[in-house]
């Protein structure tokens, strides 16, 4: 089945620590995207990719980093610099304009 | 300024009854796209409805339907005959132009279904 995959589903680190997600689709997408969900808030756009070895900055990129070695693959790296790391991440990807963006199921960080 | 907003940050509904989840949005882009997004409590994102600036008709998908209008840059969601699995937080976003692949997305509404 075609979809895209986030693991771990829970995710717990010690302050100070970067901890990397992994973000996988098999759905040939050329996008894709990370954001971030704070409880009762919509979802807030990291890092974005439109093809390979190539991303952009969203609105929430300061303390996160990103990579796009392969089309299938869109690791998030939070490192010691965001200032506020628990939160649900998302990752998400698409075909091309216009259409619409197929979610992960997402990954709960907690820092401790 | 908010580029999408969602004034209802909470609805009760009676079961079998239509609803209708508020949406405005502020664009200068002729060119742009609405979604409608259910994130169940589970926290999956759900694709529910698209709307192009352009398109002609309003969209619809089974119970769902997106009432936009352009002038008032509105588009609200509307579900007919809702069900209990129709409670979850519901999410209205646009895309801009078609130089930017970024999609923008509104605070939400928690939409509670009741027996």
């Known amino acids: 089945d075609g979809g895209i995959t986030q693991s771990p589903k829970y995710l717990f680190r010690k302050e100070g620590q970067n901890v990397t997600l992994s973000c996988e689709q098999n759905?040939?997408?050329?996008?894709m995207y990370w954001y971030r969900q704070d409880p009762g808030q919509g979802l807030r756009l990291i890092y974005y990719?439109?093809?390979?070895?190539?991303?952009q900055k969203g609105d929430i990129a300061e303390g996160y980093s990103v990579s796009r070695e392969k089309k299938e693959s869109f690791p998030l790296t939070v490192t010691s610099a965001q200032k506020n790391p628990t939160a649900f991440y998302l990752c998400?990807?698409?075909?091309?304009?216009?259409?619409?963006?197929?979610f992960g199921p997402g990954t709960r960080l907690t820092v401790l | 300024a908010q580029k999408i907003t969602q004034t209802q940050p909470g609805m009760f509904v009676q079961e079998k009854e239509a609803v209708t989840l508020d949406c405005t949005y502020d664009?200068?882009?002729?060119?742009?796209?609405l979604f409608w997004y259910k994130q169940p409590s589970s926290g999956e994102m759900i694709f529910l409805i698209y709307?192009?600036?352009?398109?002609?008709q309003n969209a619809t998908e089974g119970r769902y339907s997106l009432n936009f209008q352009k002038a008032r840059k509105s588009a609200n969601l509307v579900i007919s005959a809702s069900q209990l699995g129709d409670s979850a937080m519901y999410f209205c976003?646009?895309?801009?132009?078609?130089?930017?692949?970024?999609?923008?997305f509104g605070k939400g509404t928690r939409l509670h279904i009741l027996p």
């Open positions: 998400a990807s698409s075909t091309n304009l216009y259409n619409e963006q197929f």
């Open positions: 759905l040939n997408h050329d996008a």
């Open positions: 990719s439109q093809i390979v070895n190539d991303f």
């Open positions: 664009t200068s882009d002729p060119s742009y796209g």
């Open positions: 709307q192009g600036s352009y398109d002609q």
């Open positions: 976003a646009m895309r801009e132009g078609i130089q930017d692949d970024k999609i923008i």
